[in-house]
C-alpha cells in the first residue's frame, strides 16, 4: 500500500510541475501577444497619421501664389 501511495504521490507532483511550467510559459504567450499589440496599434497610428499629413493641403503654398 506505502509503494502505490508513493506512485501516487510522485505522479501528482509531476503534473504539478507540468501545470507550473504550462502556466508560466502562457504567461509569457500573454506578454508577447500584448507586445505585438501594442506594436500593432502604434504601426496603425502612425499609418493614420501619415495619411491625416499627405492628405493635408499646405496652406504654404497658397500663402505664396
Known sequence: ????EEI???E???RM?????LDEV?????AIEKKQDMM???YQME???SAKMGKRPSTHLHEIT
Open 1 to 4: 500500500m506505502i509503494i502505490c
Open 8 to 10: 501516487i504521490r510522485e
Open 12 to 14: 501528482f507532483l509531476r
Open 17 to 21: 510541475d507540468i501545470k507550473k511550467e
Open 26 to 30: 502562457q504567461k509569457k504567450i500573454d
Open 40 to 42: 500593432q496599434k502604434m
Open 47 to 49: 499609418q493614420d497619421k
